[in-house]
């Protein structure tokens, strides 16, 4: 969907207006076609024009993802994810949708971190809420790819390793595609240091029907969470299975 590729290259941009040649730069669209996706979105409200060629997001950054069809209502998101965070002892939750434009890609959309300072992730609340990540990377990126269809997975597992990624991000083409068989059969995906040095992870799958449109993600330090508790685990799946719908 270019409307969403749109939204998060502007996204990337910074606050406030963008020229249309820039943004039009930034999504390597030409400025025809990103012309007619801003305008086409600002009948929606989901972009805005303040000048002749200036536009901007019109709705708040953590609003972005739901825009999109088949993303679990909000309300419904912030309630699953806080009672996540309550019965595994203050852990990060959030939601991973699918980015429907970007179809090896996913991107936050919701979080529940309490308190927590998120420059610990080596990130900000603007920065989680902004950025699309690989689907190879992470327990939140394979719990969606795994159950991809094999032309998109077969994508995903020939792309390079991030730059970014963490000290346990599993390199080896053969491994990765054997934990995704792991995914299918246990029904969520565990992390270690994966994305991040010193984080640990859960992720289940959330699904629309029979299509996979987006993962519940626990993180823990990795000092207090060497192994995954099964109370977690449980915990982790019945936020996902809140948000999918039958």
Same mark, same amino acid.
């Given at each position: !969907?270019?409307?969403?590729? $749109?939204? $998060? ?8 207006? +963008? ?6 730069? +930034? ?15 600002? /009948?929606?409200? *989901? ?7 200036? /536009? ?5 950054? @953590?609003?972005?993802? /739901?825009?999109?069809? +088949? ?37 936050? =959309?919701? !979080?529940? $971190? ?16 902004? $950025? ?7 327990? @939140? ?37 054997? #934990?995704?068989?792991? *995914? ?16 640990? @992870? ?22 207090? !969470?060497?192994?995954?508790?099964? #109370? /977690? *685990? ?9 948000? =999918? @719908?039958?």
């Amino acid at each position: !969907m270019r409307t969403f590729e $749109v939204q $998060v290259r502007l996204a990337e941009l910074g606050p406030g207006p +963008h020229a249309l040649k820039e943004i039009s730069a +930034h999504c390597a669209m030409d400025d025809a076609t990103v012309s007619r996706v801003l305008a086409a979105g600002i /009948y929606k409200c *989901i972009f805005r024009r303040t000048a002749r060629g200036m /536009y901007e997001l019109a709705r708040p950054l @953590s609003d972005l993802a /739901y825009a999109l069809p +088949h993303g679990p209502p909000r309300e419904d998101a912030t309630a699953a994810l806080q009672e996540l965070r309550a019965a595994t002892d203050g852990g990060l939750a959030l939601l991973y949708l699918k980015a429907p434009g970007l179809v090896t890609a996913r991107q936050c =959309s919701e !979080m529940a $971190v309490g308190d927590s300072d998120l420059t610990e992730l080596g990130m900000s609340a603007r920065d989680v809420l902004a $950025v699309t990540r690989s689907l190879r990377t992470g327990a @939140s990126g394979r719990a969606i790819l795994a159950y991809l269809p094999p032309a998109l997975q077969t994508q995903v597992l020939d792309e390079p390793v991030p730059d970014e990624a963490g000290p346990g991000v599993i390199r080896d083409r053969d491994a990765l595609a054997a #934990s995704l068989d792991t *995914i299918r059969e246990d029904g969520f995906a565990l992390g270690h240091q994966e994305c991040m040095a010193g984080w640990n @992870s859960i992720a289940a799958p959330v699904f629309d029907g029979d299509s996979i449109v987006a993962s519940v993600l626990l993180l823990r330090p990795a000092l207090q !969470m060497q192994r995954a508790p099964a #109370s /977690y *685990i449980r915990a982790t799946e019945k936020a996902a299975a809140a948000l =999918s @719908s039958a």
